[in-house]
């Protein structure tokens, strides 16, 4: 895909984006030297509209709007393959976590795949949010509702309840509350921030 992009007025104008991604991920995005490590041990970067490198790459140009507008961002796994092949110990996955939080901020238009990404991964914090782990049960029922497929995947849910594989209720930690309040805490951080 060769794709133009105008790098002067990117640079002027999207210095802070850089410093921003840079602060919020807490990685040295200006250190990577475009290797391609990170994208050769990705397991998804064959899906992806831009591999893993040139994400990093587009933080580095300031290419904001490109970048949060991107599927990979979304489709990254968060399987740390690539922090843990980068030899300049950058946590791209840390990055990509970041580059999501801030296209939500910004109210970026997802595409359907990127939105249906974004809607796992509310479900998910969701469901830990309010029992203190993961119920995986609570967490698909939750998901295609809000994605209006009601009954997709219910024959694997079915056969995972018949072999106790998954629990109907959800089983709440002792301390629930305790991580409900970390919940709290961070969605006040991030207001103070922006």
Same mark, same amino acid.
């Given at each position: ?6 790098? %002067? ?33 990705c397991p ?19 290419l904001k ?61 969701? %469901? ?10 609570? +967490? +698909? ?20 309840? %018949? ?9 709440? %930690? ?13 969605? =006040?951080?991030?207001? =103070?921030?922006?």
């Amino acid at each position: 895909m060769s794709v133009a992009f105008n790098l %002067t007025n990117s640079l002027k104008d999207n210095m802070d984006f850089i410093n921003i991604v840079g602060k919020e991920s807490g990685q040295p995005v200006e250190q990577c030297y475009q290797c391609g490590k990170c994208t050769a041990g990705c397991p998804v970067a064959f899906a992806m509209d831009y591999p893993p490198h040139r994400v990093l790459r587009m933080v580095q140009l300031g290419l904001k709007e490109n970048v949060l507008k991107s599927q990979a961002i979304w489709l990254c796994a968060g399987c740390s393959t690539c922090t843990s092949r980068c030899p300049r110990n950058v946590d791209l996955a840390q990055v990509m976590d970041s580059l999501r939080g801030l296209a939500k901020h910004e109210g970026v238009p997802l595409d359907d795949r990127a939105r249906d990404v974004s809607l796992f991964y509310d479900c998910f914090l969701n %469901t830990v949010k309010n029992n203190g782990k993961l119920h995986e049960l609570g +967490m +698909m029922l939750n998901y295609n509702l809000k994605n209006k497929h009601l009954f997709k995947n219910a024959n694997t849910g079915l056969a995972m309840f %018949t072999r106790s594989k998954i629990k109907f209720l959800p089983a709440k %930690t002792k301390n629930h509350r305790d991580v409900a309040k970390i919940f709290q805490r961070v969605h =006040e951080l991030e207001g =103070e921030a922006r």
